[in-house]
Each structure stands twice: as C-alpha cells, then as structure tokens.
C-alpha cells in the first residue's frame, strides 16, 4: 500500500489474510446451512434436487454475507493481532518504535476498502439475487398461475403536481410493477384562494378500470366506468390518463428496502417521495450503506483493543470476551437506531451515524490512554 512502510504492509497481509479465512468459513457454513433450509422450506411443498437447493442457497447468499460482514472483521481483527502476539511479532513491532496508532492504520484501511466494497459491490449483488431468488421461487410454487404481488390493504399511491392529485389504489400488481389489477384512480383539483394555492382539493371525478397499464407518461385503462359529480357512470373499452410517474418497478416501493441496489437507492427515495408514500425506511437504508465503511472500521478496532496485550502478561481470553460483548452491544445498538429511524422517531443520519461515530471515539479514547498515557 502506498504511504505504509514494510511493517504496516506486512499487517495489512496478515489482516487481509484473516478475514478471507473468517469469511471463507462463515460463507461455507451460510451455504451449507441454507441449502438445508430450502430443502427443508421449499422441499415441503414441492419436489427440487440438492442443485436446486443450493442453488437458491447461491442466490441468498450475497445478503446473508453482507449481514455477518462486521463479524468477519471483527474475528479477522482477533485472529490477526492474535497471531502477531503468539509469534512475539508484536512485541518486536513495539521494539522498533512503532505505536499502536502505526500497525492499526493498516487495520483500519483494510476494514474501510471492505466497507466500501461491501457498500459498492456486495449489497447491490445482493439486491438483485434477492429479487431473483424470489422470483424464481415464486415460479416454483405458481407454475401454471400468473405471478401477482397482493397485499391485504392493496396498493396505495398519490401523485401530487401543481393542480390537483391523483389518488390510486388497486388490489394487486404483476411481477413487472407497470400493470394494476381493479385500479381506481380519484382526481381531485386543487383549491385556490385568492390566487394562491392552498392545500385543499376538490373532488373532480373516479375511473373504475379493470386493469391498468404505465406506458410512457400515460396509465392506460381498460374496462373503464368514469364516475362524476352530478353526472351519470360513462363506460369505455379503452382510456388514458397522463402520469408524470416514471415505468418503474411499484413493487418495490413495498418490498424491504434492502432488496433494492445502493446505487438505485436515491432515485428510489425521490420517486417514493413524489408518489405520496412515506421513504423513512429506505432513507435509512441509505444511510446505512454510507455508514457501512465507518461500522467496520469500528468492528476492527473492537478486535484490536482486545489482543494487544502482550501474551506473555496472560489475560487475553477476558479481553476477548469483552471485544465480543462490545461488538454485539454495538451492533444492537446499531439494529435499534435503525430500527427507530424506520420508523420516523430519529431521523436516518443520526440514527446511521451518531452509533458508530460515538463507539470510534470510545475506540480512539481507549487507544490514547492505554498508549500515550
């Protein structure tokens, strides 16, 4: 690495090392594991192979890797230092006149490049196979019937523009997110006074569709009965309504944040947030990934703190213990804050950041007195 001397490249290896090994065992017992589970889960209703199985293990395991990720580095962080103290490598990394600031920067460097590639790289894979793995699991289980997403109070949405809103509701909407089934569409116009807009609308008339389908600015409907104020039902076969709602997939705007890709992640928020539907999740989601780098560098410190004791002092297997107590409190912490920001009780940034950057000063803190006094 650019910047670090032949010791700090040598702990940079060593680390690098050690996770790979940690995550190599941990992504072969995430895939063996899983594997059963389809079998079990999957094969209770219909017939598949061990192929199958594991390949839909395959396919799940981009995700389940990304959420035991900051316990990889964590025991990467243990195993390294644990080795260096065992080998009396440490203690000769101290004789040279390095501090503990010095052979932890490459620690910490290597937990951020995971971060960013787990935030980058892993989390958007892992979107995309949890979509397919659905799909295709679907298409198991509904062979011979049309794949339709259903939700018990129906889809809801509300485009709002400069004079006046739709409001949409339907029972379902097929794979593609373009097409809804017994749609309604009431438009309203806004209310203005004295020449300003308020936030008020008037009722100006509801379609009836049986199906409706985005195409190009447009909801095209089909078996559609208009309904007005003072006016009798209209029918017609076939009739268009402007959107500025892009084609894009409406599922996901149901669907768990984390099956939707880093990198779509924002647009996702913008387009929820003009359709009327509330974003706390994703935004969180979001805020997430960009911490995502800061929580490993975290979990990697945790492991450091607790192995560098000298070993010939005795003491480590507390120390450990205490790093795996840290680093569990943090990441329920963490779950916790993430789970108030969905629900609109922090908001996504604090909820995001404040934990992880409250344990590195603690982390740092530690450092500072036990090397500087």
Sequence with gaps: MIGFNRIQRYVFREYLAAFLTVLGVISLAIILVDTVEQLRTVGARINI??????????????????QT????????????????????????????GLSAWSFLAPVMTAALLIGLITMMVVSPMGA?????????????????????????????????????????????IDETGAVLSDAKFILEARIFEDGEATDRYAFTSRYD??????????????????????ANPQHYDELSLATTLELYTLTDQYSAPDTISFWTLPKRIEQTRAAGLRTERHEMRLMGLTALPLVFVVMSLIGSLACLRLARLGGAAPLMAAAMLGAIAFYFINQVSASMASTGTV????????????????????????EDG
């Design 49 to 66: 192979s061990i192929g199958t199985a594991l390949y839909l293990a395959l396919l799940k395991f981009p995700k389940l890797a990304e």
């Design 128 to 172: 995309n196979l949890t979509a397919r793995f659905e799909q295709t699991r679907n298409q198991m289980f509904n062979s011979n019937i049309a794949n339709i997403s259903k939700f018990e109070s129906g889809v809801w949405l509300r485009e709002v523009n400069d004079i006046g809103q739709t409001i949409i509701n339907a029972t379902s």
């Design 209 to 230: 569709a049986k199906s409706a389908r985005l195409i190009n600015g447009f909801w095209q409907l089909e078996d559609v009965i208009e309904n007005g104020p003072g």
């Design 69 to 96: 990720m900051p316990f990889a580095v964590l025991a990467g962080s243990i195993m390294t230092f644990r080795r260096l103290s065992r080998r009396a490598e440490l203690p000769v990394i101290r004789a040279s």
């Design 347 to 370: 908001p996504p940034v604090i909820a995001a950041w404040l934990p992880p950057l409250f344990c590195l000063f603690i982390c740092l803190a530690i450092i500072a007195f036990r």
